[in-house]
């Protein structure tokens, strides 16, 4: 490889690097955000609760949904959703993560 080959390469990925970041600077992801919900990327437990929003009312939830809630597994999340509201959530650390 000579050595104008080389330049081009690292400036590329460089370029490609600061891309990234200005992406994630713009459009306010933290790299948690890609984690999926399978595994908790702090602790890397996974026993990870998924947010839901919405009307949530225990008297008139069917038994799937409260059992799940009581497990963990549901969270409920209120009903607004706004641009900090979590997806996901950690149930042996409490860290929150992920984007609706
Ligand atoms: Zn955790």
């Not at 209120?78 to 149930?91: A, H, L, M």
């Amino acid at each position: 490889m000579n050595k104008k080959k080389g330049i081009v390469i690292t400036s590329t990925i460089i370029t490609t690097i600061i891309l990234i970041v200005i992406c994630f600077i713009v459009f306010n992801i933290s790299p948690y955000d890609l984690y999926g919900g399978d595994r908790c990327p702090k602790c890397k437990s996974t026993n990870v609760g998924t947010f839901f929003y919405g009307e949530y009312d225990p008297e008139f939830e069917d038994s799937i949904t409260l059992a799940k809630v009581e497990e963990g597994v549901l969270i409920p999340g209120g009903c607004v959703i706004d641009d900090d509201s979590p997806k996901y959530r950690c149930n042996d650390c409490s860290f929150m993560w992920g984007k609706y």
